[in-house]
Each structure stands twice: as C-alpha cells, then as structure tokens.
C-alpha cells in the first residue's frame, strides 16, 4: 500500500519547479485525488492539500525557486485509514530536506489484516508454527515520523533541448514506526503487509532514473526505480529469520498525462523475499520467525514478482 509514496518521491522531480513556474511570487496551492488498484487484493483512496511558500530565494537559478512545501493528506483503504503531514524545504533546486509523520488504525476482515500483533497461533506447537493476528477494529494506533535527504537532477536544466530531460533523484530517509499495542520485539502487521513490523527505527532508500517523452502526446515519463527498506530492530536471535536483512523492491514506472489535470501510472513491481529454503518462504500462514535464513551460496534473498499496478491522480485545483 506505499505506491503513493512512491508516485509522490517520483512526482516530486517536477512539481516544486512547476509550481514556480506557475506562478511568480505568493502562495501556490494545489489539491490532488488518488485512487491506487493493484493486482493484489488492495486499493486505497488519498486526499491530499499542498501549500508552497517562497523562502529564501536567491537569483541565480540554484536558488531562484526556493520554497518550503507543506503537504496535508488522508488515506483510506478496505482496512485502514491514516492521516498525515509533510513539511518539504528546498533550499536549491538540486536537494530537498523533508519531514514529517503520520497516524492511522485499521480492522481485520476476509480481504485482509488492517491491524494487529503478528504471533503464533499455538505458541506450544511443533515448528513451523501456523501465525494469526490478533487486532480487533481501531484497537491501537500506529504511528510513524521520519526525516529524508532527497538530491535530484534533470539533464534538461543544465543542457535546455527537447530531448534532453533524463531524470534522477535519490531520498534517503530514517523513520521510526510504532504499533501501541506493541511491546518491545512483538511483530505487527499494517494495511496486509507480511507482517514483520516491529517497533522501532528502519532506513529507507531510493534510487529513481526517468526520462521525460519528448514527443509522445500521452505517455510523458518512464522511469526505473529501486527501493531499500532495511529494518534496524536489533532483536536478540534475529539473525536467525533475517531481521535486519534489507528488502528490495524494484519497479518499472510508465506515467501517461491525459490532460493538465488527469494522469494515471503504470507500475510493474519485483521484490525480493527471505530464502527459508522452503516453499513457505512466500507464505504468510506460517509465523516468520520459525524459519531460518538461508546461509549458504542459494543466497539469503529471493526475487519475485510482486504487482502490478494503477494509480489515477486528478488535480482537482
């Protein structure tokens, strides 16, 4: 359920420079409506308010756009809802310092688990033990804030052409997340993720190259993105399931713009799993931590398809 914050990093590349463009001077606003659908079992709804305010500018073209973004949002899917916040500054037009934080709660249903402790479901049986969650409707808030370095370059600012607007950005951002449930080294789950959340601090990266279309009336941008989540729980016996080791997720992005308002992405997904050695290494009836990670030259990771999906985004001022 976090492609909106993928779409929001990818868009990122251009919209504080098109809003300065927009306009000279002032306050720029912006209201946009998003409806992510994938090939799993999942959708989600986002409101989002922005506000760009000039700060700081200068008048060489570094600082020329200078501003600070505040984003205001609210999220609701089958199994949750959230709400959040995001003060982005930009203090030159090649890096970005962000922050913000959210909160949300869930339920449980057939579709999926929106909340709740991931744990054995007979603590007393013989291993691999099957998991159960146990959360009942908006029975605990989870919480997260982060802080986040972005850089990002376009070709085309620094050689003016048509075909020249080859894109790339990097964001590397430090979060801490937080289920009030949660004691120290339980795992929870959130909006049907796998389930090995736990409190506590994760880094995140991410790596986008894109190329802008230059004649194409529809199909504007295309873009290769690689994302890091790398837990930093530090759970005594961790290295047994692979607690800390990171998960890749890579995606192929096609974003085509019907209308200044109206555009819709493609987005075709792998990621990487734990290597248990087992065919319930991409199960989640089993509880994760009953599996050990592979050691061996198989490698610790598996890649796979993960989904494929559509995000329509409608600025609605």
Known sequence: MRLFKFFA????????????????????????????ISSLPEAKLSLSQSFVFPFLQGSSPLTSDNNIATVLGAEVSPV????????????????????????????????????GIN?????????????????????????????????QFDLGAVIPGDWNHILFQSRHELRYAAYSRAESGDSWVYEADRGENQNGLVYYASYVLGYQMPLSPVLDTVAFMAELDKPLYDTPGGDYWGDNLGKWTFSGLFNFSFTSRFS???????????????????????????FELIKDDEGQRRLLFYRAALLFNYKIR
């Open 119 to 151: 744990k054995p479901e007979d603590e007393s049986a013989a291993k691999p033990r099957k998991a159960v969650i146990d959360g009942t409707a908006f029975d605990g808030l989870l919480w997260r804030a982060w802080g986040a370095g972005t850089v």
């Open 264 to 290: 819709t992405a493609l987005v075709l997904q792998m990621q990487t799993r734990k290597n248990y050695g087992s065919s319930k290494f991409n199960n989640k009836e089993y509880y994760y931590r009953d």
């Open 9 to 36: 990093v990818f868009l990122i590349l251009s919209a504080v420079s098109a809003w300065a463009q927009d306009e000279n001077g002032g306050i720029k606003t912006s209201t946009d409506l998003s409806v992510q």
């Open 80 to 115: 949750s809802l959230n709400g959040k916040a995001e003060i982005i500054w930009t203090p030159a037009a090649f890096f970005l310092l962000s922050g913000g934080g959210m909160a949300g709660s869930g339920w449980n249903m057939a579709l999926g688990n929106g909340i």
